[in-house]
């Protein structure tokens, strides 16, 4: 259990201290639904070769960030799972390098020639191991590559470890479950349309008793301007239930007609944690599917990181053209997008003192920040979270800046690792996040910490406890502007 000082320290380093940690293998039946290996197949070694000779042709990134690499050591205390374990393998040159070694090896005239001058390796099974190890102790979180003075992406190596392992058979239980849950029910957590349905009511009533406004959380309604697409924890999980119940205020308020959908009932998209993308274009297509059978105008994304990232930068050529959507509003859109642009509209009736008994700090997660924008301006994604925080919130204050806009920690749960049997991995992850969070705490008395991602409120509502702190102190930034909402007669 790491233990939280007034200033981050860099650990000494400790070898192989997360060698045991790994997360469980995949089962036959849930790596067999996506079009991989039941288990780990005889020939591994030449299928893992060709499958890296295929994406070293495909994404033109991973060479050259294999061959660019100069090894000046600017990376190596950036990463949250290095700060936080001290094993050397989780420093971010040292994860490329499990990848460099072998590429050196089989892929280059030297390493084939003279392997040992150049650091080459064969792909042996305990190569296979450290991959499938330290390839899952990486949250794909891309905060070492701010610092690279080369700009090498250590998460594009990640995923494309991820995905030869995978082709190998050793495909991650927890991803690969998830994703065929996806393909055959629509979300995440498996939840049926009957549930989904019942769920919707049951906060249609909440709301109505706490409030007294029929607020309503639409589902399949054809001919919606708006389909909303959100992460499947919105639906029950806290804090992020609060999130969405403050985006149906907003669209209550506001007028908009929108609606749910029950085909694409989850906007998370697990296809990019492993790398693959045929699997993030298969999920992704559900909701291009549904816009179109519901006939909406407009597709808004609710709070969550790599989601907003997916659809940001990767579905306008995955799933594209968004001809048939309106041309006046993004597409997609952000509902932080959405919210601001009301905000600046004067289209909300707020009362920020109505949480006058928070002091807020925000968590930049790491796909909005370094994954993707958000509005018409550059560093939007930074921007419009905090301006809609401090149009609903009176108290409001940043952590430090090395910990937060681009520099932002991980929460140490992103990137496919929100699973609890790789929870050492998450606690440990966790401490640069917890420790600019307590600096805060002690100096200027916050007592709540906003964030718009689904992963991000997972992982702090499990390890905030851990390191002391209460779980509520985790909200919703929805959450806090359906607070602020001012409901009368006229609404
Ligand atoms: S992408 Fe994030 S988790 Fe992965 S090595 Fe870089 S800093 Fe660490
Ligand atoms: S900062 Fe970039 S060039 Fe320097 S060691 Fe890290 S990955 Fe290599």
Redesign the pocket.
Known sequence: MPVITEHLQVPRVQPDAMAETKPFVAKAEFQEALGFPGKLVDNWQSVALDKMSELLGKYRALPVFLDACVKCGA?TD?????LGTGDPK???VA?QDLMRNVYRRYFTVAGRYFPKLVGAQDLTESVLEDWYRYYH?????????VYCPFGI???EI?MAGREILASVGLGQKYANEIIGKVHKIGNNLGLPEPALADTLTGLEEEVEEDIGVKVRFPLDEAGADVLLVTPSADFFAEPHVDGLIGYAKVFHQAGIRWTLSSYASEAANFGIFIGNYDQMQKVAERIRQAALDLGVRRIVIGECGHAWRVAYSYWNTLIGPFDFLDTDYPAPQHVCEMTYDLIQRGALTLDPSANDNKIVTFHDS?NVSRGSRMGSIPGGQFTLPREIIQAVCNHFVDMAPETTHEQTF?CGGG?GLLTDDLLELRVK?ALPRVTALKQVVDNHGVTHMAAICAICKSQFSKVLPIYGFDMDMIVSVHQLVGDALVFDSAH
């Open positions: 990376c950036k990463c949250h799972y290095y989780n420093m971010p994860r102790q990486c949250s794909e979180c891309r905060r070492c590559s992406d250590t998460a990640t790491c991980c990137g992850g």
